[in-house]
């Protein structure tokens, strides 16, 4: 027989000789299957396909970190959180290696005022008249008045439409 015919009445023997769906793979059999536990700092997940389980490094969230946590205390390797407002990522790099980052907008060196947001990152603004602040590049029209706050923030720079 040639290939093509070898696996012709492989096919043909597995699904329908002995009715076996062949497109879905068996469990595998581990009764005589020894497996090795996963050492300290590792989570064991196993596979339906698998008869051991893999070890995944995870990381133990520290103090300032366990209300942010998805699962109970811990992140798994590769896994991150966002912190402090959406201004940090912390994400798991390796066995108990937590890593943070900000996750801010660098401000230009031609930034004339920065704001200081209480719930996010610093940004590059022009203050207003009631204490806020306005977004550098971005414009707000009043009943009136349509004031716009240059690239690189400072002085509003309005324009009286009434």
Same mark, same amino acid.
Request: with cysteine; charged share 25%; aromatic share 6%.
């Given at each position: ?56 490094? #995870? ?6 970190l366990?209300?942010y !946590? +998805?699962?109970? $205390?811990?992140? @798994? ?14 994400k ?45 590049? #971005? ?9 716009? !706050? +240059?690239?690189? $923030?400072?002085? @509003? ?6």
């Amino acid at each position: 027989m040639r290939k093509p015919e070898i696996f012709l009445y492989v096919l043909l023997s597995c699904c329908f000789l002995r009715n076996i769906d062949c497109r879905r793979p068996t469990k595998p059999d581990c009764s005589l299957v020894r497996c090795a536990r996963c050492p300290e700092n590792h989570l064991a997940v196993t596979s339906v396909n698998e008869c051991c389980p893999r070890c995944i490094p #995870q990381c133990f969230c520290p103090e300032y970190l366990k209300n942010y !946590c +998805p699962k109970v $205390g811990y992140l @798994l390797l590769g896994e991150s959180v966002v912190i402090d407002f959406g201004t940090r990522e912390c994400k798991c790099i390796g066995v108990n290696k937590i890593k943070c980052v900000s996750t801010c907008p660098k401000i230009p060196p031609t930034c004339k005022h920065i704001a200081r947001p209480l719930d996010g990152c610093r940004l590059c603004a022009c203050p207003t008249e009631n204490g806020n602040f306005i977004s550098a590049g #971005q414009s707000v029209k009043d009943r009136c008045k349509i004031c716009n !706050c +240059p690239r690189e $923030g400072g002085d @509003l720079q309005c324009t009286h439409i009434c």
